[in-house]
Structures are given as structure tokens and as C-alpha cells.
């Protein structure tokens, strides 16, 4: 059985807290992940850098896989 969606001000402020954390390292993992992109030359890019920069709006995926996988560091 499904639970009840909880208001805001029904959360615990241990809970408010950790949404409170949890977007900001979402939106700094984000905007690092843009930025990175939008200075690093294209050939260090794997793939499309617009797939890339959408793909970095995927919650905490997106940006950690850009990071993992997009960046070529063969020195090319």
C-alpha cells in the first residue's frame, strides 16, 4: 500500500536537511558538469556535446557519467 505524500511542513528537519544537501550537491555536480563542458575543447569529448550537456540535467547520473565516460584522457 502506497504511502501518503508528506507536505513539507510535515517533514522532520532531519529530513529537510537532507533534501536540502541532496539538491545542492545535485545542482553543484550540474553546474560542474556545464561548465567542464563548456571550456573543454570538443576533441576531448566523447560523443555530441549537447547530448552531453543534456544528459548532465539526469539527476545524479547524468552529470557522474559525463565525468566517468564523456571526457576522453587518452591525450588526444
Do not use: C, H
Not at 517533514?11 to 545535485?26: D, F, G, T, Y
Not at 555536480?29 to 561548465?35: D, G, I
Not at 570538443?42 to 559525463?66: C, H, K, M, T
Request: hydrophobic fraction near 50%.
Amino acid at each position: 500500500m502506497p504511502s501518503k505524500k508528506r507536505s513539507w511542513k510535515e517533514l522532520s528537519p532531519r529530513a529537510r536537511v537532507r533534501i536540502v544537501i541532496a539538491a545542492a550537491v545535485q545542482f553543484a555536480l550540474t553546474a560542474a558538469a556545464l561548465a567542464d563542458l563548456r571550456r573543454r575543447d570538443p576533441v576531448q569529448v566523447r560523443g555530441s556535446r549537447r547530448v552531453w550537456a543534456a544528459v548532465s540535467f539526469v539527476n545524479f547520473v547524468g552529470p557522474i557519467a559525463y565525468f566517468a565516460f564523456g571526457i576522453r584522457r587518452d591525450g588526444v
